[in-house]
Nanobody, 121 residues
Framework: QVQLQESGGGSVQSGGSLKLSCAAS?????MAWFRQAPGKAREGIAA???????TYAESVKGRFTISQDKAKNTLYLQMDSLKPEDTAIYYC??????????????????WGQGTQVTVSS
């Protein structure tokens, strides 16, 4: 059974940094980070495939870095230069076997419970 568990969320001031982690189990071809702000749709912000290729949403490019430790089956999201508009619940997600690099919600079959990130002015 596939399960995902995020950690590392919290509250920081504008310009600060946080690093999120996602402990995963099960086979996968792609992992990703999504976020959902109040009243907004869930947005794919970063993804990484089995070869280490990455893709980022324009809103976070240059500020966030996705990485993974395959030996520990753990996904990371380093978030720098945080802004108040980054405030959201952040979710990790895993594709099914054979999945390719994508940030589209429909490509992901498994989801964590989410972790809150709050950025204050």
């Amino acid at each position: 059974q596939v399960q995902l568990q995020e950690s590392g969320g919290g509250s920081v001031q504008s310009g600060g940094s946080l690093k999120l982690s996602c402990a995963a189990s099960g086979d996968t071809r792609c992992m990703a980070w999504f976020r959902q702000a109040p009243g907004k749709a869930r947005e794919g912000i970063a993804a990484i495939d089995e070869d280490g290729l990455t893709t980022y949403a324009e809103s976070v490019k240059g500020r966030f870095t996705i990485s993974q430790d395959k030996a520990k089956n753990t996904l990371y999201l380093q978030m720098d230069s945080l802004k108040p508009e980054d405030t959201a619940i952040y979710y990790c997600a895993m594709s099914g076997f054979g999945g390719s690099l994508s940030r589209r919600e429909t490509e992901f079959d498994y989801w964590g419970q989410g972790t809150q990130v709050t950025v204050s002015s």
